[in-house]
């Protein structure tokens, strides 16, 4: 299995990127996925899910700037970020773990992760 995230680098602040999560040997329909970060020094967070059955959730923090979706057909989950913020620089990870482990409202207990990507906002 592997989770291959693309998209990130350098934006202005205000600027969006498109998040690129590419699964293989798994499948949406048969796992949930998610967007996590870690700022050095805490833990990492979860930002935004989609279930198995496509339900999405974005945390109170990055709601209305941020917007996960997914095309079963290409087995890809995606980030959408506008409006970003310096503060919202750091590695994002893309995740996935089977349907048991997927709590609901973003918690999850991940079986996968993705190498992670960089994502900077800066003038």
């Known amino acids: 299995v592997t989770l291959a995230e693309s998209g990130g680098g350098l934006v202005r602040p205000g600027g969006s990127l498109r998040l690129s999560c590419v699964a293989s040997?798994?499948?949406?329909?048969?796992?949930?996925f998610a967007w996590y970060r870690h700022v050095p020094g805490k833990l990492r967070e979860s930002v935004a899910c989609?279930?198995?059955?496509?339900?999405?959730y974005v945390r109170d923090t990055w709601k209305g700037r941020f917007t996960i979706s997914s095309d079963n057909a290409a087995n890809t989950v995606f980030l959408q970020m506008d409006g970003l913020k310096p503060e919202d620089s750091t590695v994002y990870y893309c995740?996935?773990?089977?349907?048991?482990?997927?709590?609901?409202?973003?918690?999850?207990?991940?079986?996968?992760w993705g190498q992670g990507i960089q994502v900077t906002v800066s003038s």
């Open positions: 995740a996935a773990s089977r349907p048991r482990y997927y709590y609901g409202e973003c918690e999850m207990n991940p079986d996968y």
């Open positions: 989609v279930s198995n059955h496509r339900e999405t």
């Open positions: 040997g798994i499948t949406l329909d048969s796992h949930a």
